[in-house]
């Protein structure tokens, strides 16, 4: 077993990397040495957030993690995740990534814009496991240490790397060890395992942090238990870590780092403040009005419902106001706070304070109480069965069947089923008012629709057609717009020519000698010559 004091040689840091940061320790140097650290959270440690979060404490924080083969192909992907501003130093981008080349690739896109880029070997989502990353990585330590090595002696700036605990301290130590070989500059522990999520997530081990930290020369930040300024500063005591990372705790109270728990509702305002210079998508607002809300949210829960709806901005300005104007009834109440803890909150519920999840034992035996009840429920139905057995094959029996085998509908007008219905509508045809079959109804309303378009075109006026004789026997029918010119009017009421001319009502289909009427033109038909 190897000891938890047991010092590693220094770590490996080639000589232009050195000479490139003029630092082995960039920690101290570059980034003043912080210790209060935001973590990366997926839509949700944007820059607006980043922003608030060092207002009030935080001295370094990481940027979403983002995957970086989509980072490298997608310019809108890319251009919206390096948006940054003065206020938001030092700054490190997360990475997931199981490729050398393309992590590296990624990782140059954004070197002028941080202070380092960090590896996400600790992500333990479904959707890691299904992309090849994050800490199912954690058992591929030759990928892993080819990644990371590779980007150490590319980059002009440090890597860094967060992971979770293995199963054993010993297996953690090494792990701990082979990274800081491939040239970590920082590792981040998070003290649970890869199993440990959801409903599964209980509490983080500090020892196997505090081991990580006692075998490895880079500074080591703790993640894991984190709730409170007191939770910070008992974790650096304990473990010994140069930095402690805070999640959902800095989710619920931005404020964490300076030990303050303001009103919910100033925070919420200070917040949008900053989206209205930084715009983000609306989901990552909601998604943090929703932390922040949590247990006003629980208390009044009518709001969750206009907060759910919001689609823009001035929509969730509005609803930070109706949350104001509950909590202020309460708090002019000036009644003892201790009525407004109920659930076992610290603090009363329109301050901002942690989320206390509950212990993978407790939700254990919620579950069972859960399958409990249900199988009990499932009894009591089984025995209200069998006892009106009777009643019930009454009420059977009252449905009968189809000649299909399925059973018939009450309603319906020839008391079969929908199917045989719709047959039987389709072949008289008819309604079925039952069924909502209106078959009859919109043949009916199709044929007057065709009959008004007939009407409509018989009442048209149509233009007159003039039958000329040609030598006695052929005709040949052409049409004149009777009010197209004064011209074609004069012809049409001339009848001083050698040939006469007559208007037909009904004008033949076709012209040039072809009529489907069968119209000829002869002597006997021909108009009589002017007496003149």
Excluded at 37 to 50: G, T
Excluded at 159 to 187: F, S
Aim: one cysteine or more.
């Amino acid at each position: 077993m190897i000891g938890v004091g047991h010092r590693l040689r220094r770590k490996y840091i080639s000589p232009k990397m050195a000479s490139r940061r003029g630092e082995d320790n960039f920690w101290s140097t570059s980034m003043g040495a912080p210790k209060y650290v935001v973590a990366p959270m997926v839509a949700q440690s944007e820059l607006p957030w980043r922003i608030l979060s060092r207002r009030h404490g935080a001295q370094l924080c990481y940027t979403p993690m983002y995957h970086s083969s989509l980072f490298c192909r997608d310019h809108a992907y890319r251009k919206a995740a390096i948006e940054s501003s003065p206020e938001d130093k030092p700054l490190i981008f997360q990475f997931c990534a199981n490729d050398p080349d393309t992590f590296l690739q990624a990782a140059r896109h954004v070197e002028h814009l941080c202070q380092a880029v960090d590896l996400n070997l600790g992500c333990p989502q479904g959707i890691a496991k299904r992309g090849h990353y994050g800490a199912f990585l954690q058992d591929e330590w030759d990928l892993v240490f080819k990644i990371i090595n590779h980007a150490h002696k590319n980059l002009s700036i440090p890597v860094t790397c967060k992971i979770r605990v293995l199963d054993t301290r010993e297996r953690t130590v090494e792990y701990a060890r082979m990274l800081e070989r491939a040239g970590a500059q920082i590792i981040t522990v998070h003290g649970r395992t890869r199993d440990m999520k959801g409903q599964l997530t209980g509490l983080a081990d500090w020892t196997l942090i505090k081991a990580v930290k006692e075998s490895v020369d880079v500074p080591v930040f703790a993640n894991g238990n984190i709730q409170s300024l007191k939770d910070v500063q008992r974790c650096l005591e304990e473990t010994g870590v140069d930095g402690v990372m805070t999640a959902e705790g800095n989710l619920h109270n931005p404020c964490l780092f300076e030990g303050r728990n303001p009103p919910v509702w100033e925070v919420a305002q200070e917040y949008l403040d900053l989206v209205r210079v930084h715009p983000c998508p609306m989901t990552n607002i909601r998604s943090h009005l929703f932390k922040l809300w949590h247990h006003v949210l629980e208390k009044h829960t009518a709001l969750r419902i206009p907060l759910s709806k919001a689609r823009n901005l001035e929509d969730m300005v509005a609803v930070c106001e109706e949350v104001k104007k509950c909590c202020l009834v309460d708090v002019n109440e000036g009644s003892n706070d201790e009525k407004h803890k109920e659930g076992g909150l610290l603090h009363p519920y329109w301050l901002c304070q942690p989320y206390f999840r509950p212990s993978p034992e407790e939700t254990q035996k919620k579950v069972e109480e859960t399958a409990a009840k249900k199988r009990a429920l499932e009894e009591n139905a089984e025995i209200d069965e069998r006892s009106h057995k009777g009643e019930a094959d009454k009420k059977k029996a009252k449905y009968e069947m189809c000649t299909c085998g399925n059973p018939c509908s009450l309603k319906c007008i020839f008391k079969v089923c929908k199917q045989c219905c719709k047959k039987r509508c389709k072949e008289l045809p008819a309604d079925c008012i039952g069924h909502k079959i209106m078959i009859k109804t919109k043949m009916e309303r199709k044929k007057k629709e065709v009959e008004e378009k007939m009407r409509q075109e018989d009442t048209e006026p149509q233009k007159p057609c003039l039958v000329h004789e040609v030598d006695g026997v052929n005709a040949e029918v052409s049409t004149i717009d009777m009010s197209s010119s004064k011209e074609h009017a004069d012809i049409a009421n001339t009848k001083n020519n050698d040939v006469g001319d007559r208007t037909l009502e009904d004008c033949p289909r076709t012209c040039n000698g072809v009529s489907v009427d069968e119209v000829t033109c002869n002597a006997d038909t021909a108009a009589p010559e002017n007496p003149s």
